[in-house]
């Protein structure tokens, strides 16, 4: 157990429904991010944090995903309008002084009908 | 061109073997690099860094060669537990890009 916490692990939802995860990272840790794993494939990126403010996000992020981290600890992933493309583990990590490495938590894994 | 590159295997190996993974980088700025080890349907987990002089974990040794942006990982006196896919990672900037992973199979 690395101490990043995701919730849900597993999410059911029909096409077109929102779905929202919620990860916390480890407590010190300033760093966040959201990362999106298919099966055969490495994580790729979507979005990243430090501390409250979103730096960076994925050009492939559609405009039907956003993230917050209101307060610089949890932070929310939300997917509107969901399609079956969306089906996939997304993986939320954390990590303290830039250049350190990152810990994932055990991943969100969505399936959507 | 992807920023990282694995062969993405399988290798099946008999127990005991040793091992070789690579990767190539594209993006001479990457300042760090890192294996990662994950299991099926789990999160990846951070195996051991990379750096410029080799370093080595045990039965496991990494290298870095930054002139030809490449990065191997050495597996010696292979266990069935070794069994996973192995991910090579590139940070560059704030992002840390992966490989899709090299799937290695430990055979009794």
């Known amino acids: 157990d690395t101490g990043v916490s995701q919730d849900p692990r597993h999410k059911i939802t029909k096409r077109g429904q929102n779905v929202t995860f919620r990860c916390d990272p480890i407590s010190e840790h300033n760093r966040l991010y959201w990362y999106r794993q298919t099966l055969g494939q490495g994580p790729e990126f979507l979005t990243y944090?430090?501390?409250?403010?979103?730096?960076?996000k994925s050009r492939l992020l559609s405009d039907r995903f956003s993230a917050e981290r209101p307060k610089g600890s949890f932070s929310t992933l939300e997917i509107q309008r969901t399609e079956q493309g969306d089906s996939a583990m997304y993986l939320c990590?954390?990590?303290?002084?830039?250049?350190?490495?990152?810990?994932f938590g055990e991943g969100s894994w969505l399936t959507v009908v | 061109r992807k920023e990282v590159e694995q062969d993405p295997g399988p290798f099946n190996v008999p127990e005991g073997a040793t091992v070789a993974f690579n990767c190539t980088y594209s993006?001479?700025?990457?300042?760090?690099f890192f294996w990662y080890r994950q299991d099926c349907r789990k999160e990846p987990k951070l195996l051991m860094s990379?750096?410029?002089s080799g370093n080595e974990d045990g039965r496991f040794t990494a290298q870095l060669n930054r002139a030809s942006q490449y990065i191997s990982l050495l597996i010696r006196d292979s266990k069935l537990s070794d069994s996973a896919t192995y991910l090579c990672v590139v940070l560059t900037g704030n992002q840390f890009y992966f490989g899709t992973g090299t799937s290695l199979t430990v055979i009794p």
């Open positions: 990379v750096y410029s």
């Open positions: 944090f430090q501390n409250e403010a979103q730096l960076e």
């Open positions: 990590a954390s990590g303290g002084r830039v250049g350190n490495t990152i810990y």
């Open positions: 993006n001479s700025a990457s300042q760090s």
